[in-house]
């Protein structure tokens, strides 16, 4: 392969000795087909590497609830990944390991008794109740535009309501992760709040609640496996670790810690709620 005299990219010329970058744009001077490796790398990102800033990340993670956080906030972020992408990157593999995992165990099921052999189903929705007795659309309690939207999707056969039950879980888990992206403001709002006297900034509470969210979907990652002793695991870690995270970032007496975050936990426990019977709503309806 003949090397190049000056930058394919940009036209640059290098002289007589060849950079290995371009002094203009910074393009690599000697172009190649790449290799597999290579090909790999560009997929998951220059970060996912043995000694990367992705596992540095993960090891900080884990092990030191709340570190990274003071961390990035001190100044030292190259590294480790971003916040922002950190988040992301579990939370999109452990969505999509919960829809390929359990997907198809989500059904109609709001209040616990779900769609029985008979054709019965019974919904609480914003006060009100809907469902199928014994094959029998009824709606009590709700507007009649809700009610008719409910009837078209339930008034089928015992094949479409199967169909039905099927698109329900996965429109539902579609749009989770955008869901709990939402919440996520909402929880640095909060942090704000709580701790308004230290006078931080408000980014600054939002790197520590992408942080906490990012080990809560691993978490999840957890209860995924359906593994007893890992998901009492992760149903035991991840309020030890919100409260150890807290305490590690904010510092202060354990006593007022404890009463921020009994406030925190039942304020967004609400909110998450709330946010999940709408989403659950929308996945109905649409």
Request: charged share 15%.
């Amino acid at each position: 392969m003949t090397e190049p005299h000056a930058c394919l990219n940009c036209d640059e010329p290098f002289g007589d000795a060849r950079p290995r970058y371009c002094p203009a744009c910074g393009q690599e001077t000697l172009i190649k087909p790449p290799t597999l490796l290579e090909f790999a790398q560009q997929f998951g990102g220059s970060y996912i590497a043995a000694e990367g800033a992705l596992w540095r990340s993960l090891r900080l993670l884990l092990f030191k609830p709340g570190e990274i956080t003071r961390e990035y906030l001190a100044g030292r972020r190259r590294r480790y990944v971003l916040p922002l992408r950190l988040y992301l990157t579990i939370s999109v593999l452990v969505l999509l390991a919960l829809r390929v995992a359990g997907g198809t165990n989500v059904t109609m099921d709001i209040d616990g008794r779900g769609l029985a052999a008979d054709k019965t189903l019974n919904l609480s929705l914003l006060g009100g109740r809907a469902g199928l007795k014994e094959g029998s659309f009824y709606c009590q309690g709700l507007p009649p535009g809700l009610c008719h939207r409910l009837q078209t999707r339930m008034d089928l056969d015992a094949k479409g309501l199967a169909r039905e039950a099927a698109a329900f879980s996965q429109r539902f888990l579609s749009n989770l992760g955008a869901a709990m992206f939402v919440l996520l403001p909402l929880f640095a709002a909060l942090l704000k709040l709580l701790y308004w006297p230290r006078r931080m900034r408000y980014t600054e509470h939002l790197v520590f609640a992408l942080h906490l969210h990012a080990f809560w979907f691993l978490a999840i990652g957890l209860l995924i496996t359906q593994v007893d002793a890992l998901a009492t695991l992760a149903l035991v870690a991840a309020p030890v670790y919100g409260l150890l995270a807290l305490r590690r970032v904010y510092g202060g007496r354990w006593w007022p810690l404890l009463l921020r975050t009994a406030f925190l936990a039942l304020t967004y426990a609400i909110a998450i709620g709330l946010a999940l019977a709408l989403l659950a709503l929308w996945a109905l309806l649409f």
